[in-house]
């Protein structure tokens, strides 16, 4: 099991920026493959972005163009960098991590951060 913090949310005007961070703890953090969904208030957990350990890497239809996720392996850390933010962003966004086979369903990924709040106002 490897363990996650997330960092980097807040409120920002829409067409802003963020990035978010991931710090990992644990043992072989190359080995795994990292992942960023978000939950707004009433909707289910959506896939937002992975990054798998072989270097692929995936997006939500609803970020791409505007989100990218990028990994420091000697750091352990996963970032999440998002730009031309909307409203319809705002969400807890939570790190997560799998050592699965490829996958965008939350179900794959067994560890799970604490998420970090991302507010966009309009």
């Known amino acids: 099991q490897v363990q996650l913090v997330e960092s980097g949310g807040g409120l920002v005007q829409a067409g802003g920026s963020l990035r978010l961070s991931c710090a990992a703890s644990?043992?072989?953090?190359?080995?795994?493959?990292m992942g960023w969904f978000r939950q707004a208030p009433g909707k289910e957990r959506e896939f937002v972005a992975a990054?798998?350990?072989?270097?692929?890497?995936n997006y939500g239809d609803s970020v791409k163009g505007r989100f990218t996720i990028s990994r420091d392996n000697v750091k352990s850390t996963v970032y999440l960098q998002m730009n031309s933010l909307k409203p319809e962003d705002t969400a807890v966004y939570y790190c997560?991590?799998?050592?699965?086979?490829?996958?965008?369903?939350?179900?794959?990924?067994?560890?799970w951060g604490q998420g970090t709040q991302v507010t966009v106002s309009s």
């Open positions: 990054h798998w350990w072989s270097g692929t890497r």
């Open positions: 997560a991590a799998s050592r699965g086979s490829v996958s965008s369903s939350a179900a794959d990924f067994g560890s």
């Open positions: 644990g043992r072989a953090f190359s080995s795994y493959n």
